[in-house]
């Protein structure tokens, strides 16, 4: 090639990315469009024989009554409730919809997860395809949007349905503010349909009040100067974004989600915690490896995080620096990355929500505009170098068929809680939190000394974690261990002196060994606790009617019934103890009322000592 043939090739190339040429052969990508969505689908089909998973489902779709009453009075209880910290209505409609119509089978609430996905995946492909003249961009970006292992999380877990939701609405919203921007002039009945289609992503997820600014910076890339005509047609929009921002921050206030990082980070611990977290999603975009459910904050050592905690922010002035230096892709990589800066802002810990520093659902959205990036450049390279063009299609296919392997394989590790929170130890060990969780997976599958191991994982990482004292306590009862079980119920009202449900099941052990003084004890520390305690008024008294202490036995069963005038053990007992201090016709009285109650067993006491 010669020299002005050289430079006639570069002016082409430079041509092609301020304004893609589309390539001749077009008419096929609609095939390949279909292809994508297909093979999107291949990628998360195992997601549908997953089971629900003990994080977050429980509390949102198995012990939710909230979607459990499609009523007219359900349906407002859903609009007018804070749920698991969040405010998210029409999230939980869809779930309640699914809930009227197939219960609690796992596969349908997938099954709504997954198509939520492929259509999202299509209309990343519309949105790019109004952003760029190069259909080869917009099929890439959502082949990346469609089967990146970074979005597993958020297709492939039940809780996660307003992920998928809010983006459904979020997409839709913004193609059609795009397609208003075309128009003319404004035509009130299409502005207000996108309108209502962002009030639909706020009711999704409270994530959706970025939306505006993500209109403003499309509105940069449309070349729209800045300016007072630019934002009065997002005025509506933006008090939306206040009105729900609001909403958000005091849900996740009620329900207790908001950290407290101080007693263990600085505040400029915290920049360098906001900038690692900025770098990790970028990191995780190329190379989506030690992928978990759970990224847990760094432990400091000599008061120090780890060094590449130090390097983020140079990483982060060094992509700043490239997008001023490349006048070529500054209009790509301005777009890409103030997308994704804007998308994400509010969960890399600026206000610290949760236990977690970085969160793999959190890049859902805020990946399309990294993903534009790097489409553009691809097609760059592809385009400049047409000498290399199969070398860079066979390392592109090659990295392609990798992300749909490593996003199959997460499937796997979401198929219940046993999967997953092995893999979250796996990565790593010192997530108490993990341990502990795999400690309730074990328990509701009744494989007690699993239980006790994965609890005993979360001690050796936390010998503060009062809950998982207890539960471990609880699985050594459950085997019948309960020397073991009286020690760590011991551990736990050490830690916590109020703890009433410690005591109480404490009492329990105790009385299963036939250890009747130091359950009364227990029993009485318990319903100091929790003075209106049926069951221990009435437990207390067994045991001092087993130590022969009648007299002192008869007020608890008393007590117990005016608390409870239906308790007929409590009557059945109290009469016992009557019998054995002679006082028969009172025995009797009772005997009689804990029978009229059902209790059968009275029956034989009456027809032996009340004829």
């Not at 349908?108 to 760029?132: D, E, K």
């Not at 499309?218 to 100067?225: A, L, R, S, T, V």
Request: hydrophobic share 45%.
């Amino acid at each position: 090639m010669s020299a002005s043939d050289k430079k006639a090739r570069k002016k082409e190339v430079k041509a092609s990315v301020k304004n893609p040429a589309v390539d001749s052969s077009q008419k096929k990508y609609p095939l390949w469009l279909w292809g994508i969505l297909a093979l999107v689908f291949v990628v998360f089909f195992p997601s549908l024989g997953n089971d629900f998973v003990n994080w977050d489902d429980p509390k949102y779709i198995l012990n939710n009554g909230l979607i459990k009453d499609l009523s007219g009075k359900g349906i407002k209880a859903m609009f007018s409730s804070f749920y698991g910290g969040n405010y998210h209505p029409l999230t939980a409609l869809s779930n309640a919809i699914e809930y009227k119509l197939f219960g609690l089978s796992a596969k349908p609430f997938h099954f709504f997860n997954l198509v939520l996905h492929i259509a999202n995946t299509f209309l990343v492909y519309r949105l790019i395809r109004l952003l760029s003249s190069d259909m080869r961009i917009a099929l890439a970006v959502c082949l990346l949007f469609g089967i990146h292992p970074m979005h597993a999380e958020s297709v492939v877990w039940i809780s996660e349905r307003k992920d998928v939701l809010y983006t459904f609405f979020y997409l839709l919203a913004t193609i059609k503010y795009i397609q208003l921007q075309e128009e003319e002039k404004l035509n009130m009945k299409h502005y207000l349909v996108m309108v209502l289609l962002f009030l639909c992503s706020l009711l999704s997820k409270s994530a959706a009040v970025v939306f505006p600014l993500t209109l403003i910076l499309i509105d940069i890339y449309k070349g729209k100067k800045i300016g007072i005509s630019m934002l009065l047609n997002k005025i509506p929009l933006f008090i939306l974004s206040v009105i729900f921002g609001l909403v958000a921050l005091r849900s996740q206030g009620v329900d207790g989600a908001l950290s407290d990082l101080s007693p263990v980070f600085s505040v400029a611990d915290r920049v360098w915690l906001v900038s690692y977290s900025l770098v990790f999603y970028i990191y995780k975009l190329f190379l989506p490896v030690n992928l978990s459910a759970f990224h847990a904050y760094p432990e400091k050592v000599n008061e120090l995080l780890p060094w590449y905690y130090y390097i983020s922010p140079l990483v982060i002035a060094a992509l700043a620096l490239v997008t001023l230096k490349a006048k070529q892709f500054r209009k790509v990589l301005s777009l890409g990355l103030l997308f994704f800066v804007v998308n994400i802002i509010l969960v890399i810990q600026v206000i610290p929500v949760g236990q977690a520093l970085a969160a793999e659902r959190y890049s859902y959205v805020p990946y399309i505009g990294l993903f534009f990036i790097v489409a553009h450049l691809f097609f760059y390279l592809l385009d400049s170098y047409a000498a290399n063009r199969t070398a860079f299609q066979a390392v592109a296919a090659v990295y392609i068929l990798a992300l749909c392997a490593v996003a199959f394989n997460r499937n796997k590790v979401w198929k219940n809680g046993i999967t997953l929170w092995n893999d979250v130890i796996a990565k790593n060990d010192k997530v108490a939190f993990a341990h502990y969780n795999l400690g309730n997976a074990y328990k509701n599958e009744k494989k007690f000394q699993d239980a006790i191991n994965a609890y005993s994982g979360a001690i050796r990482v936390d010998s503060m974690y009062i809950t998982a004292w207890f539960n471990r306590a609880h699985a050594y009862a459950d085997i019948q261990k309960h020397d073991e079980a009286i020690a760590d119920y011991g551990k736990v009202v050490s830690l916590n002196p109020k703890h009433q449900e410690g005591f109480y099941n404490r009492a329990v052990s105790n009385a299963v060994l036939n250890r009747y003084d130091a359950a009364i004890a227990d029993y009485t520390q318990s319903l100091e606790l929790k003075p209106d305690d049926v069951g221990a008024y009435y437990s207390r008294g067994n045991m001092k009617a087993f130590k022969g202490s009648f007299e002192e036995a008869i007020p608890d069963y008393t007590k117990a019934i005016e608390l409870d005038a239906t308790y007929s053990d409590a009557y059945n007992n109290r009469g016992n103890c009557k019998l054995n201090l002679n006082r028969m016709q009172e025995a009797c009285d009772d005997w009689q009322k804990s029978l009229q109650l059902g209790n059968t067993k009275s029956a034989d006491m009456l027809g032996r000592y009340c004829k």
